[in-house]
């Protein structure tokens, strides 16, 4: 009899813009068994936004609390504001055999890999830099110092492609989840 194969927590990073938030929405609606991490943050709800749903919305004590008592797997700062992945309901979902995702930033990869040697990091690479930039510039949502920022960001986490695992190429939505499901056996 095999030995039975126990999922390992699967990583998903890559630049601003490259489509990971896309990518994970088609996968969850192929496979809803998938189970994507919900982080806390410091940042107020948006409307619409439901408390343990998007995400789990605390303060910045709580949020120092959870620090405190190596209750987060991985966290950062952006714009203000802390995001991070709660530990427990990570471990509890791998030790009960089930495939686990993280969609999060390239400091969070690296501090995952650190913490959870184990875990496998997919980086999702755009088709090209053009690409990349039309992507960013196409949203029409923010100031040419922000989508500068964001571009120089992108060419900083580009350059971190040699630390991952595996390197998918976002041609198409499809195919992407298509890959990333086979890579987390879920197939």
């Known amino acids: 009899m095999a030995a039975e194969v126990r999922p390992r927590l699967t990583v998903l990073s ?7 938030s896309t990518v994970v929405a088609h996968m969850r609606k192929v496979h809803p068994d998938v189970w994507l991490s919900v982080s806390a943050t410091t940042r107020k709800p948006r409307p619409g936004e439901k408390h343990g749903v998007q995400y789990f919305f605390v303060s910045d004590e709580e949020f ?34 089930e495939p686990v995702l993280l969609e999060i930033d390239l400091q969070g990869a690296r501090q995952v890999k650190e913490s959870m040697p184990d875990s496998r990091l997919v980086f999702l690479a755009p088709p090209s830099w053009e690409e990349l ?3 960013l510039t196409g949203r029409g949502t923010e100031s ?3 989508i500068e920022r964001r571009l120089t960001v992108a060419k900083v986490e580009l350059a971190a492609e040699s630390e991952f695992d595996t390197t998918l190429v976002n041609t198409s939505v499809e195919d992407v989840a298509r890959e990333l499901l086979a890579l987390m056996a879920v197939v």
Do not use: C
């Open 133 to 135: 930039v039309r992507r």
């Open 64 to 97: 120092d609390k959870l620090i405190a008592n190596g209750e987060l797997l991985e966290w950062a700062e952006f714009a203000g504001n802390r995001y991070g992945t709660p530990r427990r309901a990570v471990l509890d979902r791998l030790e009960a055999g």
């Open 14 to 20: 890559g630049p601003s813009g490259v489509g990971k």
């Open 144 to 146: 040419p110092e922000v």
